[in-house]
């Protein structure tokens, strides 16, 4: 079925929910079942989507997660519980998905594309667990998401950044518009740190629908005592409560913002719906959180940071993370990039924290070829050298760490950031040796059976 799905990326990205609603249809609309925190942002969306469930889970709340895209296996994207479905599980909710889309198609409807579907299949595997509280991220925008078919608990905006621009538009202001399509009459909106010029559109968004609007950054404080490679420690006080210390195992200045964007959506969401949310939860839950390759520390000695920023806003922020983290010179950077992406610039951003580089493949179908991404690097100041494999890269990077007595950090994509904490033993669930997409994987090999 996977293959199946896969498949459907022919159709592209297209705008508008009318399929969408169409195969929900289909499939009794299991999304109407679900009470939802509706996340959508640039930047941030995704570590904002596991504290949020994180929290959830350790109030002793059964709750869903669903986020795009995967790093390794698919069924990343579909947390039940904190857990990835069992295989066959997933396999049932596909084949139901895939007869919709095909029943849908069959009386003249549009072909579902792979996001649909997968959205579809999110929804209808959180029905089947039971669960009737989840988090769900957007993929791409918001207005026309296939994910914004949900009313949901609260809706939330995280930072917004130029990225996507051929779908998006080409100004903060236009991308924040799209983002904040999410926005629903009468539903909370919690607002995270970002430009003023977004944030005035999602304050806008919010007004034209009646809906509370809840800016994270006055709302939340959140006072950063430390922010190391192992995570970040910050005092935190909300207008109900005060927290205290609180420690988040995600690593990097940033969080900061996503701690409180977090916090906030939480609170909106106790409000909204009466869910029992002690400040226990706040702590055990952020102390256990769980987002691979942001900023991670995969390795100790020396140290090795994956982090699947992928934009210059990103490259922007890992490059202060790295400063705060006081992340030891020199840098060795194994970077690959996707060639819909402004690599000049991401590379520009970062090269005065780099001192060497190694460009690699990226394991997906819009890879920029290792030489072009080496050349750019060049271009940046960086001495970078061309490596046909992601192997061979992390083991000359890490060597040269060691005898330079740095670090080694691996971006550029989030694709790539599976594959290297795969390859550096640092994977936080179980993979059994498979590889998630036949059309992503590094290495010969068979597609993951379901």
């Known amino acids: 079925m996977l293959q199946r799905l896969f498949a459907r990326r022919r159709f592209g990205m297209r705008p508008g929910l009318e399929t969408t609603r169409a195969l929900l249809s289909r499939l009794g609309d299991p999304q109407d079942a679900l009470a939802a925190i509706h996340v959508a942002g640039t930047n941030g969306k995704g570590s904002v989507a596991a504290m949020v469930a994180a929290v959830l889970a350790a109030a002793g709340l059964r709750a869903g997660r669903y986020t795009s895209p995967h790093l390794l296996r698919f069924h990343e994207r579909f947390l039940l519980d904190g857990s ?116 005035q559109v999602v304050r806008a968004a919010a007004a034209a629908c009646r809906a509370p609007f809840v800016d994270a950054a006055e709302t939340i404080a959140v006072a950063p005592v430390s922010a190391g490679l192992d995570g970040l420690v910050a005092r935190v006080t909300t207008p109900d409560r005060d927290l205290g210390k609180l420690r988040v195992p995600l690593a990097g200045a940033f969080q900061a913002e996503n701690l409180a964007t977090a916090a906030a959506a939480l609170e909106a969401a106790a409000g909204a719906a009466g869910l029992p949310l002690p400040d226990e939860a706040f702590r055990d839950g952020l102390a256990r959180v769980c987002w691979p390759g942001r900023f991670q520390l995969a390795v100790r000695e020396p140290p090795v940071i994956v982090d699947g920023a992928h934009n210059p806003d990103a490259a922007a922020a890992l490059r202060e993370a790295l400063r705060r983290a006081r992340v030891r010179q020199p840098v060795a950077l194994v970077a690959g990039l996707c060639a819909d992406k402004d690599t000049s610039a991401f590379l520009h951003t970062l090269a005065s924290a780099v001192r060497r580089a190694w460009a690699v493949p990226v394991p997906s179908p819009r890879t920029l070829p290792a030489a072009d991404t080496a050349r750019l690097m060049r271009s940046a100041g960086i001495g970078a050298v061309e490596a046909a494999e992601l192997p061979t890269a992390l083991a000359a990077a890490r060597a040269w760490a060691a005898a330079e007595g740095g670090a080694v950090l691996v971006c550029g994509s989030l694709f790539l950031a599976g594959r290297s904490l795969e390859l550096l033993g640092a994977w936080p669930w179980p993979l059994d040796g498979r590889p998630a997409d036949p059309n992503e994987q590094l290495a010969p090999g068979p597609p993951a059976p379901l």
Do not use: Y
Not at 116 to 133: K, M
């Open 84 to 199: 990835p479905p069992a295989d066959d599980a997933l396999a049932d909710a596909l084949a139901e998905v895939e007869a919709a889309a095909a029943a849908v198609a069959g009386e003249g409807g549009q072909p579902a594309t792979f996001f649909e579907c997968a959205t579809a299949a999110a929804f209808l595997l959180f029905r089947r667990a039971g669960l009737r509280l989840a988090v769900i991220e957007t993929g791409l925008g918001g207005r026309f998401d296939a994910t914004n078919v949900l009313t949901p608990l609260v809706s939330v905006v995280t930072r917004i950044g130029l990225d996507h621009r051929e779908q998006l538009g080409d100004t903060l202001a236009a991308i924040a518009g799209e983002k904040a399509g999410i926005v629903k009459p009468g539903r909370p909106v919690v607002c995270g740190a970002m430009p003023e010029e977004a944030r």
